[in-house]
Each structure stands twice: as C-alpha cells, then as structure tokens.
C-alpha cells in the first residue's frame, strides 16, 4: 500500500462585495460538499470581508480548489501564503470548518492576539508564512461559527 502524500495551501483572499450570512453559508455548504468528495480538510476563517484559509489533501486535488478559488467571482485579490508537503493533517476532522471572527469573543480562543487585529491582506501575511499557520492552528478549537 503506498502511503498518501499529503500537501497543504494557505492563502488569503477578499470578498469581491460584501456577503451576507447567507452568502457565506452557501460558499461553506458547496465548499464542504466538494471537500469531503476530494477528501480535503482544513479551516476557512472569515473578517471583515477577508478570507483565510488552509486546504489539506492529496496535491492534485488542493491546488485544483486553489484554482476554482482564484477564478471565484466572489474573491478577489486571492493572494497564496504557503504551499508545501506535510507529514500529517492539521485539521483531519474538519471537511471545512468556519469560524467569522467579527462575531467571535475574544476570550473564547485563548491565543487571541493583536494579529488579529489586522485584515487578511496579503501584504501582512506575505513574510510570516508561520504566523499565519500558526493563527488557524488557535482557532482549531474553536467553536465553528457554521
């Protein structure tokens, strides 16, 4: 049996017009469906109308929703942090999970920090790959806002 290659993608993105709950629940909806179908996992935060979000799975198939995200008309300045291989899934629970920090307490993620203060643009995140990693790792048990 061969062992599966695993590979993840963090990038950044901002909403091409301003979403409704509704709107961000039908992109998680569609975006868990094809996941759990690619066998993808990861973590989609949400801020303000920006977007982060780590994808884990076989190579092939993370770069192929990293492709459909880019063309999305619902993103823009979609900006890629990080792509490498992984020895083992961060998030092998989750097929999406989703968490809008504009609704979130603070005092709920004990790893809060003024980082979060900034929006998810890629000109903060372009020189701290980790940092970002790092942030999506705290909101690992968080509880998921959808």
Same mark, same amino acid.
């Given at each position: 049996?061969? #062992?599966? /290659? %695993? ?6 993105? &901002? ?9 961000? *629940? +039908? ?32 190579? #092939?198939? /993370? %770069? ?6 880019? &063309? ?9 942090? *990080? +792509? ?63």
């Amino acid at each position: 049996m061969v #062992a599966l /290659v %695993l590979f993840h993608l963090i990038y950044v993105s &901002t909403e091409a017009w301003p979403m409704s709950e509704d709107d961000l *629940v +039908s992109l998680l909806k569609q975006s868990r469906a094809r996941n759990e179908r690619l066998r993808i996992t990861g973590m989609l935060l949400y801020k303000g109308g920006f977007f982060m979000q780590v994808l884990e799975g076989e190579e #092939a198939h /993370v %770069l192929e929703v990293f492709a459909d995200i880019e &063309t999305d008309i619902r993103h823009k300045k979609v900006f890629k942090i *990080v +792509s490498e291989y992984i020895q083992h899934r961060d998030f092998p629970d989750w097929t999406m999970g989703f968490t809008n920090i504009d609704t979130l307490d603070p005092s709920s993620v004990p790893a809060y920090t003024p980082f979060l203060e900034h929006d998810f643009r890629s000109d903060y995140f372009s020189g701290d790959s980790v940092e970002a990693h790092s942030l999506l790792l705290a909101f690992k048990s968080a509880p998921a806002t959808w």
